[in-house]
């Protein structure tokens, strides 16, 4: 089925994958930490609800049974299945229960979102500033 | 760029590249990916249409969609109330602010005479093709999201090629946006307790969003109409969501297009409309 | 060369740019820049979720994070300033 090297040489390659999400999780944390602006903000926390959902959709994912016969999504495509379709069909199809989450997250970060992008129009309307360190040194 | 960003993002390449090799050939004892899908999601491919197990079925060739309306119908139910307390929320910040007076003037509003044509015909292409993801959405890849979220890009273009006194020539209001929403959201309540309603009346036992006939329930939406798949309750659905997402996002383009000038006025006090 | 390793060589590359992205994108001063980087970055996530098998997610992504997203922040930007740290300019 497969060699010792090409395996080596896939698992290295999903890991790079998987690694550069989880450093993307990283960098967008930092960036709400870090960066003053009430902008830079929104346009971190949309990157890191993105990775997250990446990440999530990552764990559904399942390896191929042999290097020529790749994984297909998780959609039936005969209308008059026989009970062998249906498990082949089960056989090399993804997860589909955290895309059906994912799903859902994505809505409700999306609505969030627009939320917050209301209420810095209004913090900018009536304090002139998107600075945080400026908005915290006002008083009253 | 200056030379920090540049080593910056080469040390983090070189780290991320030495990182999985550490992992790989040091061994964490497991492979990624895995080989196996869960037991959960094996049972989910097995019944999401499965015409020998007519019992425990939803009937839909489409896995995901199945599982966001049918076996997780509760789910969507709630997300689709976060969505509507955002919207009010967004409408609550704004109120009081509308743009009366102005007539739309073709020379003065608005982009080249170009632009417009091109948007005249490309508006019409993204909402048949929104219309199509929304409603072969328990075939093909698609839905009631997908659809609404493609359509919403419609109005947007609009907006910033045309202007926003053009929509209020043509009757896309806050208000029209916000029936249609009222609506589309009514229409998703109705078919949750359709089967609901029609077992109450002939005396049977019945589920709330429920799409097929179930042990002890025998009443349920059909699956085929002459040859063709229907989905059950899976196309009502995916319609009624498509009209609500996208009027969602209409308003709350609308209300981000409002000038500046006509905001500051009401926020001093100087003019207030409902 | 089998596919499984194209697929997953594609995979990698598609990682990295979208790293390079974000890092770009969170430490660049220019507010438009750092819309246009995070959309590079939700086009190489929208090619990823082609390649891992799920489409209906594709779906939804692409018109919310490739179009709604900068249009929804490019508006709050005009509205308000461009320049992080107020209105003196960048570098």
Redesign the interface.
């Known amino acids: 089925m497969r060699s010792l090297s ?16 989880i ?2 999780i990283a ?2 944390l ?2 709400i930490f870090a ?3 009430l ?2 903000k ?3 926390v ?2 890191l609800g ?1 990775s997250v ?2 990440l999530a ?2 764990v ?5 049974p042999n ?2 016969q ?8 005969k ?3 026989t ?1 062998q379709d ?1 498990q082949n ?2 056989y090399l ?5 955290p ?6 997250a ?3 970060g ?6 917050l ?6 913090i ?2 009536f304090y002139k ?3 945080v360190r400026k908005i915290a040194r006002l008083k009253g | 760029m200056g030379s920090k960003e540049v080593v910056i993002v080469v040390s983090v390449i070189a780290f991320v590249l030495l990182l999985s090799l550490a992992i790989t050939v040091g061994g964490l004892g497991y492979v990624l990916p895995l080989p196996n899908v869960r037991e959960v999601a094996s049972w989910y491919l097995k019944t999401t249409y499965n015409p020998f197990m007519k019992l425990f079925s939803a009937m839909a060739p489409e896995g995901v969609t199945a599982i966001v309306w049918d076996y997780r119908g509760l789910d969507t139910l709630f997300e689709t109330a976060v969505f509507f307390l955002a919207i009010i929320g967004s409408v609550a910040i704004m109120r009081g602010i509308s743009l009366k007076g102005v007539k739309y003037d073709p020379e003065k509003h608005g982009m080249s005479l170009i632009m417009k044509t091109v948007t005249r015909i490309v508006v019409v292409m993204i909402i048949a093709v929104a219309g199509s993801i929304a409603l072969h959405g328990h075939l093909t890849p698609g839905g009631g999201f997908q659809g609404g979220a493609a359509a919403a890009v419609a109005p947007l273009l609009v907006l910033v090629v045309f202007s926003k006194y053009f929509m209020d020539k043509i009757g896309v209001s806050k208000n029209a946006m916000l029936v249609i929403r009222s609506v589309g959201l009514i229409g998703i309540g109705l078919t949750a307790f359709a089967v609901v309603l029609v077992a109450l009346l002939s005396h049977g036992q019945a589920y709330v969003f429920q799409n097929q006939p179930k042990p002890y329930a025998p009443l349920g939406f059909p699956y085929k109409a002459g040859t063709s798949l229907l989905g059950g309750s899976l196309l009502f659905f995916n319609a009624c969501e498509m009209f609500a997402v996208a009027a969602g996002f209409t308003i709350v383009f609308l209300l981000l297009a409002l000038p500046e000038r006509e905001v500051i006025k009401v926020l001093r006090g100087e003019k207030f409309e409902h | 060369m089998n596919p499984e390793l194209v697929v997953f060589g594609v995979m990698a590359l598609l990682g990295i740019i979208s790293m390079v992205a974000t890092i770009i994108a969170i430490l660049e001063r220019d507010l438009v820049k750092a819309v246009i980087f995070s959309a590079i970055q939700s086009t190489a996530y929208a090619f990823m979720y082609y390649l891992l098998m799920a489409p209906d997610i594709d779906l939804v992504y692409i018109p919310v994070a490739v179009g709604l997203y900068p249009a929804v922040i490019l508006f709050l930007i005009k509205k308000t300033e461009r320049f992080e740290g107020g209105e003196e300019s960048g570098k």
């Open positions: 090409t395996e080596l040489l896939s698992t290295y390659l999903f890991n790079v994958f998987v690694i550069s999400i450093v993307n960098v967008s930092y960036g960066r003053p602006s902008i830079k929104i346009i971190a949309t990157i993105d959902n990446t959709i990552i559904g994912y399942r390896m191929w290097p020529h790749p994984v297909i999504p998780p959609i039936l495509t209308w008059h299945p009970p249906i069909f089960a199809a993804v997860d589909p229960l895309q059906a989450l994912v799903l859902t994505i809505v409700i999306l609505a969030v979102t627009l939320y992008v209301f209420l810095t129009l209004q900018y309307r500033t998107t600075d």
